[in-house]
């Protein structure tokens, strides 16, 4: 503090200067800022500790098996089998089999007819020519001048896995 002539004076404002220095020493804060108190039960969540806990079950489970299955595999001959000698077995052969007896002694058709009749379809031609499905654009010019958009013709337009081949 600056000197002053008065020592009465002097010793009064020093007074006055530790009582308020001891006030700001003292003085507690209006706002509370501490953290609030927190429950433990939020914080615990049981539920996802239950789903954690069966899935670690799930994969302690799995994995003993597999232990299982690789220690009788290693405790059997150290042979590999790759021979695929499996034939298909239809659970419904003999129904089958039946339906097509009967259906056959209805017809009066032989077994014979039947393989010549199959042997015919399979040997047959097909009666539509690729060359005309390529050609498609030139058969479908008059309509291609009364549409709107001519490029995108929503029905009518022929799409064939003939027609994108790349150039022609």
Known sequence: MLPCRSECLHSAWEKAYQDHRKKVRDAQPLVDSRAPLCLSRLHLNLKKLK??????????????????????????????????????????????????????????VSQRESKTILGRITNSEPLYRAQKWRDWKTTDKPWLAFM?????????????????????
């Open 51 to 108: 789903l954690e806990e069966q899935r670690l079950c799930t994969i302690a489970r799995d994995n003993r098996l597999l232990l299982e299955k690789v220690s009788c595999i290693m405790r059997s001959r150290a042979q590999t089998d790759s021979r695929n000698n499996y034939t298909h077995k239809s659970p419904d052969r003999g129904k089958r089999e039946q339906n097509l007896h009967k259906i056959q002694r209805k017809s009066n």
């Open 148 to 168: 709107k958009y001519p490029g995108s013709r929503q029905t009518g337009l022929r799409k064939s896995p003939l027609l994108h081949t790349g150039n022609r």
